[in-house]
């Protein structure tokens, strides 16, 4: 991390290699498959570009993290202001395509991915830390930069909608 | 609190989730990720002044930049020169290729190594390979752009495009060749400008010893014009060694010349994370703020006099100073910002007052006045008030700076809710006098504001022109008429007053510069962390990244400022005390660890 901060690229192209696959993931939860390749791009490149900031080396990964998270919230206040431009439907063609053409699953996709959607992007957000990384709830409001009991009542808002947009699929 | 359990989410939640889990990136993502790298320069440790929208720039805007400069008002130009395109990739030639969705990117060379005399042939190809007969693809001109990058030092050449909408159908398979052209941009004070010169008068491709980054980049929308549904990048490396018997002479230069600066402050601490407050209004007494700022862990304010000897500490996230003598602390409670408080510290006597509430931040007037923001448990609103006074306004005070040198107006950033760092909101002024709300034209993001002693403010604005653009600017603001249009400066990001009028501004691809807004004019003075004295001189830290020194007569003037360098490569500051006689910096090292140096000015 020091080298690459320093500018040497090669290093950080290391780091690159390190983290792309753990980011990637948490682009795809958060936004999904089809605009994952882009967050993940413009995550890695941003992270570059500001990797001098960055004054504790220790704390590189969930640095990372927080870039990520960001972007992702933006692309999803993008599609909010520009809903034709949503890849959600794409995302769900793919996902139909690769299933060989099983309509059940195109559905099942379709209306998992309208759930999500309708979530707000700070909601969403904490969703995906909590469940899908899997951070407690206090490095879920370090990463947010918000307070924890924000977490804990976006959490609960979040379930809410998602119960009502799912309610055979409570447990 | 563990938070509900995963078993909470509805099944298909959690299938989606699984499915996340699962998901494997392209294997090409790190490449792109790196000609993207390649390509652009890291942004330094700027000041807060150099920060906001305009650090928020992608790599691909400053690649606009580049673009820009290549045609707008600066030296440089296209020249086409380019060298013609080989039916196949000659013996000792290289080729590398990227494939992304529809279209192949081909970047080649005639040979992997030159002599400064060999002219040299590059050309890339793009080609169509979906499903449809044809498309049309609408593009700058040219529809490729080559950069050439010199690995072990600071001369960068190319990306110089025409903001055109040009067409070209692409036939399937069919590759469509784009020969080298040359491009150069620099300003007139670049060091290397006179390099830059003379290589584009050379009709021939050659360049300096050295190995080189040959990087290719093209952007296209399909079948209508605007967007990016065509967008890749390649690159490959040359080298390039002196022709024997030859003289590094023989090769252009432009080697900025570095005067080494004189000037080294005494360490008066070393700690981890320490980001200097500032001073007290009367220079008597120094805040510095250690620590990570995070709910976790211990953060503490120190306080030094004014020889550097540390007077006392206590513990705290954030301060401001709202007299000569007390200094306003915000403490988390266990709940972060949510729970914070904020007593009021009197550095001379040591005795704390509290003020009842809970606070998440602290703004000081130095003249008396404290903006205090609301902490909000639900986290939903930003408001704040002032010590004193029952009226709350939305949003909060921009910081660090907030208040102009009167004590009077403080900037708000008029958040309704919850806001991202950049998200857009209105810009107002707060009458301290009469507790009025005076709206601006303008929506900031987080970012600092300036006072100059003449009434004016400069800070950070989005959009400016109301088009949607995601494009920064200096706003000058005259605080006799807020609502009235500011003087804009696109694309750069505020910075201080000097007192003859004009104001240091910067962005993160060039070097700090002076701002006269009467007449325009913009001239480039350091590469580094810039301070101004109430008297108007400028201190420098000089930024030591990747070696270089940037063009700065240290010890001396530049553009019409008196200008001193400091040694060493600053994180923070540096910091003029009120008088101008002493100034505060800190120097970073690795792990968060920073060095805190002060300096006596004669």
């Not at chain 2, 359990?5 to 998901?23: I, K, N, S």
Request: glycine residues 12%; charged residues 20%.
């Amino acid at each position: 991390v020091t080298r690459a901060r320093q500018g040497d690229s090669t290093a950080f192209e290391q780091l690159a290699m390190q983290h792309v696959t753990n980011l990637y993931r948490i682009a795809t939860a958060m936004v999904g498959a089809a605009d994952a390749r882009d967050v993940t791009q413009e995550t890695l490149v941003a992270a570059w570009r500001q990797l001098p900031r960055l004054r504790d080396d220790g704390r590189f990964e969930p640095w990372l993290r927080q870039i990520c998270v960001n972007r992702c919230r933006n692309e999803l206040r993008r599609r909010a202001r520009h809903p034709e431009t949503n890849n959600l439907l794409a995302d769900a063609f793919e996902t139909h395509r690769a299933s060989s053409a099983d309509p059940s699953a195109l559905d099942r996709r379709l209306a998992v991915s309208d759930a999500l959607a309708v979530l707000p992007p700070t909601q969403r957000a904490v969703v995906v830390l909590h469940y899908f990384v899997g951070l407690p709830l206090r490095e879920v409001a370090g990463t947010l930069a918000i307070p924890e009991g924000t977490v804990k009542s976006r959490l609960g808002a979040a379930l809410t909608q998602l119960r009502a947009a799912f309610p055979e699929g409570e447990a | 609190m563990t938070g509900p359990a995963r078993e909470d989410l509805p099944r298909e939640v959690r299938d989606q989730l699984d499915g996340a889990r699962g998901a494997v990136p392209p294997v090409d993502l790190v490449d792109g990720v790196m000609v993207e790298v390649r390509g652009a320069r890291q942004v330094r440790v700027w000041p807060a002044w150099v920060r906001g929208s305009v650090m928020g720039l992608g790599a691909a805007a400053a690649l606009l930049l580049v673009a820009f400069l290549a045609n707008g008002p600066f030296g440089g130009n296209r020249t086409p020169s380019g060298t013609e395109a080989p039916a196949a990739v000659p013996s000792g030639g290289q080729l590398v290729t990227v494939v992304e969705g529809d279209f192949r990117l081909e970047l080649w060379t005639d040979r992997k190594t030159y002599t400064t005399d060999d002219p040299i042939s590059i050309a890339a190809t793009l080609t169509y390979i979906g499903p449809e007969a044809s498309v049309t693809l609408y593009h700058a001109d040219p529809m490729l752009t080559f950069l050439l990058n010199e690995q072990a030092g600071t001369r960068s050449m190319g990306g110089g495009v025409d903001d055109v909408c040009q067409q070209t159908v692409a036939r399937r398979n069919e590759a469509i060749t784009i020969p080298y052209t040359k491009s150069a941009a620099w300003t007139p004070d670049d060091p290397n400008a006179a390099f830059y010169q003379a290589w584009m008068r050379d009709p021939v491709l050659r360049l300096p010893a050295g190995t080189w980054t040959v990087v290719v980049l093209g952007e296209a929308s399909v079948n209508t014009c605007g967007g990016r549904d065509v967008s890749l990048g390649q690159k490959l490396d040359i080298s390039v060694t002196l022709p024997p018997g030859a003289t590094p002479s023989a090769t252009p230069t432009a080697s900025p010349t570095p005067v080494e600066p004189e000037l080294t402050g005494t360490k008066i601490s070393s700690g981890q994370d320490m980001r200097i407050v500032g001073w007290s209004p009367d220079g008597r007494w120094l805040a510095v703020h250690a620590g990570s700022g995070s709910s976790s862990g211990v953060d503490l304010i120190r306080i030094f006099d004014a020889k550097g000897h540390e007077v006392g500490s206590l513990g705290g996230v954030d301060a401001s100073w709202m007299s000569p003598d007390v200094l306003a602390v915000l403490r988390y409670g266990e709940g972060g910002p949510a729970t914070g408080t904020v007593i009021l510290h009197h550095v001379s006597s040591g005795l704390d007052e509290g003020v009842p509430g809970h606070f998440s931040g602290v703004e000081g007037s130095g003249t008396g006045r404290l903006a205090l923001t609301i902490a909000d448990p639900s986290g939903e609103t930003t408001t704040f008030k002032l010590l004193g006074s029952d009226a709350v306004y939305p949003g909060y005070p921009l910081t660090p700076g907030a208040w102009d040198p009167t004590g009077r107006w403080l900037a708000i950033r008029e958040v309704s809710g919850i806001a991202g760092p950049g998200d857009p909101y209105p810009l107002a002024l707060l009458d301290a006098q009469t507790g009025a709300l005076v709206e601006t034209p303008y929506k900031v993001g987080a970012t600092s504001v300036f006072f100059s002693q003449d009434g004016h403010m400069l800070t950070d604005v989005v959009d400016p022109t109301g088009t949607g653009t995601p494009v920064g600017a200096a706003a000058l603001v005259d605080l006799v008429a807020p609502r009235a249009a500011a003087v804009l400066l696109q694309g750069y990001g505020s910075g201080p007053a000097l007192p003859d009028g004009r104001w240091l501004v910067g962005r993160p691809e060039l070097e700090a510069a002076v701002w006269n807004p009467a007449t325009g004019e913009i001239v480039k003075i350091a590469r580094g962390q810039v301070g101004v004295s109430a008297s108007g001189v400028v201190a420098v830290v000089r930024d030591g990244y990747g070696g270089q020194t940037g063009g700065l007569e240290l010890n001396g003037t530049a553009a019409g400022v008196e200008a001193i360098g400091i040694a060493g490569s600053g994180w923070y500051g540096p910091v003029w005390s009120p008088a101008g006689d002493r100034l505060v910096y800190a120097l970073g090292q690795n792990a968060g660890a920073t060095d805190l140096y002060l300096l006596a000015v004669p």
